[in-house]
């Protein structure tokens, strides 16, 4: 059994900034991907960024140069630092954790709004 828990989510103005983290639990095996979706209203889910164990990363066009993802193995702990946030951050933020198929966070509400 797989489980992720998130934090980090809130209410932030234009400009600011917020760090999410997510920690999984269970058996996770060495080799895996972390990462985060998002999911605003009316729209599907998306990349915003993952990353390998061994420290590989892919993010969005969106994000580059505003977010970084990073992790820490031991803890099995994925981060998700989110500078210059914009309104059209706005959106649910979903961990995951994939090793053979994806497990899921329970979301986190992002809201970027003055």
């Known amino acids: 059994q797989v489980q992720l828990v998130e934090s980090g989510g809130g209410l932030v103005q234009p400009g600011g900034s917020l760090r999410l983290s997510c920690a999984a639990s269970?058996?996770?095996?060495?080799?895996?991907?972390m990462g985060w979706y998002r999911q605003a209203p009316g729209k599907e889910r998306d990349l915003v960024a993952e990353?390998?164990?061994?420290?590989?990363?892919t993010s969005a066009d969106s994000v580059k140069g505003r977010f970084t993802i990073s992790r820490d193995n031991a803890k099995n702990t994925v981060y998700l630092q989110m500078n210059s946030l914009k309104p059209e951050d706005t959106a649910v933020y979903y961990c995951?954790?994939?090793?053979?198929?994806?497990?899921w966070g329970q979301g986190t509400q992002v809201t970027v709004s003055s």
């Open positions: 269970g058996s996770i095996f060495r080799a895996n991907v």
């Open positions: 990353i390998t164990s061994g420290g590989i990363t």
């Open positions: 995951y954790l994939r090793m053979g198929r994806n497990y």
